[in-house]
C-alpha cells in the first residue's frame, strides 16, 4: 500500500503553520470556527464556480478555502482545551460534505450542460466511493479495529479532483474524465483494501 500524502508532509507542514495557528488564537479564532467556515466555503464555492462551468476559478477558491483544514487540527492541538470529541465529529462530518458537494458540483454541470453521461455516472461513483471510505473505517473503528489504511486517503483524492478540475478550467478537456476515472478505481481499490483488513479480524 502506497504511503497516504497526509502522513508523510503532516510534519513538515504542521512546523510551518504553527506560528499562524499560534497568531489566529490569539485573536479569538477557535478551531471549530476555523472549521465551520473552511467547510461553508468551500461548499459555496464548488457549488457556485463550477455548475456555472467556471472551473479554473473555482478549482483556485475551493482550494483557497479547503487549506482550512491544515490549519483546525493545529489549533485545536495548541488551544488550551486541546481536541474534543465534538470538534472531531464536526471536522469529518464537514468533510465529507465538502467532498460531496465539489462532485456535486461536477455533476450538475455536466448533467444540464454537457449531457455527458460518462463524466456524470464517474461524478457518481466518486461521490459513493469518497463517501464509503470514512464509513467503514469509522465503523471499523467502533468494533475495535484500526482501518486507517489505503492507496487514497482524503488528500489524496482531493488532491486529484481539484488537479483536474483546475486543468479543465484551463482548457484540457478530457482532464475531468480522466480524473474522475482514476478517483473511481482508487476509491474501489481502497474500500477493497479497508474490508479486506476488517475480514481479518
Known sequence: MCPMIANRLKAPVTLAITPLCRFLLRVGVTPNVLTVFGALGTVMAALYFFPNGQFFVGTLVVSLFALSDLFDGTLARLSESGSTKWGALIDST???LTDASI???ILIYFNQEQGNSFTVL??????I???LIPYIR???ESLGIDCS???AERAERLIVLLVATGLYGL???AAIDIGLSLLSVLGVITIAQRLRVVARN
Open 94 to 96: 464537514l468533510d465529507r
Open 103 to 105: 462532485c456535486a458540483g
Open 122 to 127: 464517474m461524478s457518481l461513483i466518486v461521490l
Open 129 to 131: 466511493t469518497g463517501s
Open 138 to 140: 469509522a465503523r471499523a
Open 149 to 151: 489504511v489505503g492507496i
Open 171 to 173: 482548457g484540457v478537456s
